[in-house]
């Protein structure tokens, strides 16, 4: 059982380039996230996913994109690249809200240079 | 919406001795509120969760904390501290009724456990 499974582990993007962090789950799950994670402040929200054809926009979304076509995969795009998107980032699920446990990809660390 | 603060980004405590990390949270009703922890280089994983009316909650690896209503706290413990609990420990919060909190967690800051020999 490999849970959540993020690729690539590390990537080095130029100012203005795009990409396409790939996120996917073997448990079922319909609740997938993503978060981002600065030094020093947390885990932010960017998107999330209640199902197949479901989205929506969470704390930080702006400058990102999803998709949710099928239960077990969520990729996060990213779109003309920044500095300010230089960060880790977490993709999660879980198989209930509230009193669920989040279930959390190794993470992907992006520099934007 | 609700929001946890960790007090103090970094803890230092000796091997052996008292681990205690501070959460308090801000919610206008008891919420359901989570410990993660973080090794380097990896994803968060659950130590323990409250969602019911046992307010001592034990988690794993000898953890545990305890929901204090009166003073909006979820403080997380442990009485002798290991070098392997060495992490980044993260507080979280999710309100029970926010029409079904699909979206995920509130995290804190998160606090840095530094474990002396």
């Known amino acids: 059982n490999a849970g959540v499974t993020q690729t690539p582990k590390f990537r080095i993007l130029k100012i203005g380039q795009s990409m396409t962090l790939q996120c996917t789950q073997d448990m079922n799950h319909n609740y997938m996230y993503w978060y981002r994670q600065d030094p020093g402040m947390g885990l932010k929200l960017i998107y999330y996913s209640v199902g197949a054809g479901i989205t929506d926009k969470g704390e930080v979304p702006n400058g990102y994109n999803v998709s949710r076509s099928t239960t077990e995969d969520f990729p996060l795009r990213l779109e003309l690249a920044a500095p300010s998107q230089t960060s880790v980032y977490f993709c999660a699920s879980s198989r209930t809200v509230n009193t669920g446990e989040l279930f959390f990809g190794e993470g992907s660390r992006l520099t934007v240079l | 919406a609700q929001s946890v603060t960790q007090l103090g980004s970094h803890v230092s405590v000796s091997e052996g001795a008292l681990v205690l990390l501070r959460c308090n949270y801000s919610?206008?009703?008891?919420?359901?509120l989570f410990w993660y922890v973080q090794y380097p280089n990896q994803g968060l994983q659950l130590l323990l969760k409250y969602t019911s009316a046992a307010t001592l909650v034990k988690g794993i690896n000898g953890f545990e904390a305890e929901f204090k209503k009166s003073e909006t706290s979820f403080h997380l413990t442990k009485p002798s501290a290991h070098m392997s609990d060495a992490a980044e420990y993260f507080c979280?919060?999710?309100?029970?009724?926010?029409?079904?909190?699909?979206?995920?967690?509130?995290f804190g800051k998160g606090t840095h456990l530094i474990i002396q020999p």
């Open positions: 919610s206008s009703v008891p919420p359901y």
């Open positions: 979280a919060v999710s309100d029970r009724w926010s029409g079904g909190g699909a979206d995920g967690l509130t």
